[in-house]
């Protein structure tokens, strides 16, 4: 099984490949990015050469760090039972709406915020309910002589490199409130987003997909130790192959890009608020600990924070609607 990774150890940042409880390092001047524009053949071929000449180091005793600089995040929201239960819980509406069946949605996220595994995630500003979101993601690798526009399914699986664990990190208080204006979210998500331990690479899932490309790989999510939701990544509305297509639909998949899942079934506690009709389990709060496993990629974990005390909006002005300038007021007449 080949997994990339970064790493802090003594001082300094290493990225390379973990196998058998040990980190080996790239050479200098390679970096995961590297990899991803070099194609997933031609890593296969550097983590061979980079396990047998590297000293290694063992994982006991680094800090593993998010697995790549992502170019773009998009996040899908591809279950069905968590659409379902979130619309219920943001919307106070039952059902899903008919849009959803029509095409896959997914909206631009932070690149800037990744979070690797054991880092604290702190609350933000104005946030009463903290909220995870465990997704899968696809991580996209160069494919030779493709330009990653316009992808059919089966071309777009050639440009899975990888896949990793994302939590989508969720302020739900505040996504509620941006949400009524058809647009976002923004400040809800913007925040974090952990992607890690790893990334395990394509080639290790290839016999698992079923013959319509779903994967049957376990999920699962606890806080303090209780689990909380437990779905199958084959639950999703539609493949990962045709979610890197419709990406590449009109525009373009870039190495580098991360397209998350969407949250599983029962993977987040805004889908249990839905049906439960109360914040039951509760919101996050400082000190909780939240867990996430991929069943063929690992494990991260993370810790709340404290909240930021601050206040961050910004009240629109009340603005006259005025079409024209009065004679006089105009600054170019000055």
Request: some cysteine.
């Amino acid at each position: 099984m080949v997994k990339i990774a970064r790493w802090s150890h003594d001082g300094g940042t290493w990225e390379g490949f973990v196998d058998d409880g040990n980190c080996f390092a790239l050479p200098a001047g390679r970096t995961v990015n590297t990899l991803l524009a070099a194609g997933l053949e031609e890593t296969l071929s550097i983590a061979a050469e980079t396990l047998r000449s590297a000293r290694p180091v063992a994982l006991r005793d680094v800090q593993l760090l998010a697995p790549l600089a992502p170019s773009t995040i998009r996040d899908f929201v591809a279950f069905e039972e968590h659409v379902e239960g979130v619309r219920k819980s943001i919307d106070g509406v039952a059902g899903v709406v008919a849009e959803w069946y029509e095409a896959p949605t997914f909206y631009f996220t932070n690149p800037h915020t990744v979070t690797g595994t054991g880092e604290v995630i702190g609350i933000p500003a104005g946030c009463e309910d903290l909220d995870f979101e465990t997704e899968v993601a696809a991580v996209v690798g160069h494919v030779p002589g493709s330009d990653g526009r316009n992808l059919t399914a089966a071309e777009a699986h050639h440009h899975i490199f990888g896949y990793t664990i994302l939590n989508d990190w969720s302020a739900r208080d505040l996504q509620r409130r941006e949400m009524k204006v058809s647009l976002g979210p923004c400040k809800g998500k913007d925040f974090a987003n952990t992607l890690g331990p790893w990334i395990v690479t394509a080639d290790e899932f290839a016999h698992l997909h079923d013959d319509q490309g779903f994967l049957p790989i376990s999920m699962a999510v606890e806080v303090n130790g209780e689990p909380i939701g437990q779905d199958l990544l084959s639950n999703m509305g539609w493949p990962f192959a045709e979610l890197v297509a419709y990406a590449s639909q009109d525009s373009v998949v870039r190495p580098g890009d991360v397209l998350g899942s969407g949250t599983c079934g029962s993977g987040c506690l805004a889908e249990l608020w839905g049906r439960n009709g109360s914040k039951t389990p509760p919101p996050l709060t400082t000190d909780d600990v939240v867990r996430m496993t991929v069943e063929g990629i690992g494990t991260i974990e993370n810790t709340v924070g404290e909240r930021r005390e601050a206040v961050t909006r910004v009240a629109a002005r009340n603005r006259p609607r005025n079409r024209t300038v009065s004679e006089g007021e105009s600054a170019m007449s000055a």
